[in-house]
């Protein structure tokens, strides 16, 4: 984990994870019910974060001190960020072409959030939208699969 030296020692891992558990009950109990509890292998699954919700900007505001050093999960190099843009890209350019010309491109972190797709128009609860998505999946060799897209669109 960053900021514990690199290393990944018990204790460390313990904290952060704790950490992560103490953070998420926190976002729930700040008006973000659908917060998801952390994984002790990935942390907070982000792409599960309700970051449309109401009251989430309120509720991290209020639990930042909750925040462990790590953020939210364990940390990424750059090739592993790099190769989550290559694929969300490659995704966006696939619903593209599927007929979905307003798609965006993932932010520079690779995310791609139920707010970005709202804004362009995109509507999950369109079956032709998870079609095409499932369809697309493909293309990002295994970075986002049809049980992602059925989660995603599920947790809108």
Known sequence: MAG???G???TASTSGYAGLVAYA???RSHGVPTFPDPTSSQGIPKDKIPIAAPRFTTASNA???????GGLGPQTTPQQTQT???AGIAFARCLRAHGFPN??????GGQITHQMLANDGIN???PA???AADACASVTHGLITKASVASFVAGH
């Open 4 to 6: 514990c030296g690199g």
């Open 8 to 10: 990944s020692s018990p």
């Open 25 to 27: 009950g926190c976002m």
């Open 63 to 69: 639990c930042q001190h909750l925040m462990p050093p």
């Open 84 to 86: 989550r843009v290559a």
């Open 103 to 108: 798609f965006p491109d993932p932010v520079a």
């Open 124 to 126: 999950l609860h369109q």
């Open 129 to 131: 939208v998870v079609q």
